[in-house]
């Protein structure tokens, strides 16, 4: 387990690779306050998220401006040589997609950065919602891409894994004060662990079709953060025992798709590479 370095000419940078994957008792969340965004300290930058949110709901009042998690690190407790031993827990807030509108996908985003190594820091001012990404493995070795429609707003006609975000509201959570009302903080973060797991598996049965029940081995594989937007998303690996003759997409032509991948989705299938790299030396 470790963490990888970003290369200048990539459109991603690993914020966590765990090649061994890691099972839903290896991962867990500190679900706190104190991993929400931090306010920038110029105001005219700080108010535009809310004039680029106004302008969204004029042009479209479908518009919904959901709670999600936010990602504000982690840690790491890597094995005495035993994957078993190995554990991270991620440091998750609460943002919103209003926000997210407003630092991420800012055209001025990058005002929003704290010049920082530390992740964690320099992404301090940004909504920075955590999505998740599954790396499909069917029976006969093939893996699922899916082509995002031409009408949508991010990434029109590119191939992407099949993926969402964890959902605060799947879980009853909508603020942090609701979240205190609830049996302690310890229950909290065990619930939102189980959200980072159970939030893949409804995100790829929606998303492919394929029953839940022909989907197991799901495990944690890292965090990609796209480098436009520093947008993170965590991964995953899943077997499927369905072939691909019945889902349809051949491995063969996923490494020439992955150009066509938002920054974070190539990170994934980077971090998936590092999982299967990592079995084939053990």
């Known amino acids: ?46 108010n535009s998220i809310s004039e680029i949110w106004d302008k969204k709901v004029q042009d479209n009042k479908s518009l919904y401006n959901g709670t999600k998690f936010r990602y504000g690190g982690h840690n790491l407790i890597c094995g005495d040589g035993s994957n078993q031993d190995s554990h991270v827990c991620l440091h998750l807030g609460l943002t919103d997609y209003r926000t997210f509108m407003g630092t991420n996908l800012n055209p001025q985003w990058e005002k929003f950065l704290v010049p920082s190594e530390d992740d964690s820091i320099r992404c301090q001012h940004t909504s920075s919602p955590l999505g998740n990404g599954a790396i499909v493995e069917t029976s006969d070795r093939k893996i699922i891409v899916l082509q995002r429609s031409t ?7 590119h191939y992407v894994f099949p993926g969402g975000h964890p959902e605060p509201q799947e879980i009853g959570i909508t603020s942090h004060q609701y979240g205190k009302d609830l049996t302690g903080s310890e229950l909290i973060n065990k619930k939102v662990s189980q ?40 991964f995953f690996s899943i077997k499927c025992s369905l072939e691909s003759k019945e889902i349809q997409k051949l491995y063969s032509e996923l490494e020439n798709m992955t150009s066509k991948m938002p920054g974070c989705h190539q990170g994934g299938f980077a971090l998936y590479k590092l999982m299967v790299d990592s079995l084939k030396n053990t």
């Open 1 to 46: 387990m470790e963490k990888a370095l970003a290369s200048a000419s990539l459109p991603f940078k690993l914020l966590l690779s765990c090649p061994s994957g890691l099972s839903p008792p290896q991962v867990s969340v500190a679900f706190d306050v104190a991993y929400d965004r931090i306010p920038h300290q110029d105001i005219q930058l700080e």
């Open 151 to 157: 009408n949508v707003g991010e990434f029109p006609g």
């Open 195 to 234: 959200e980072m797991f159970d939030s893949i598996i409804r995100e790829v049965v929606e998303e492919i079709g394929v029953p839940a029940s022909t989907l197991y081995n799901t495990v944690f594989i890292g965090i990609s953060c796209r480098e436009l937007n520093v947008r993170p998303t965590a």
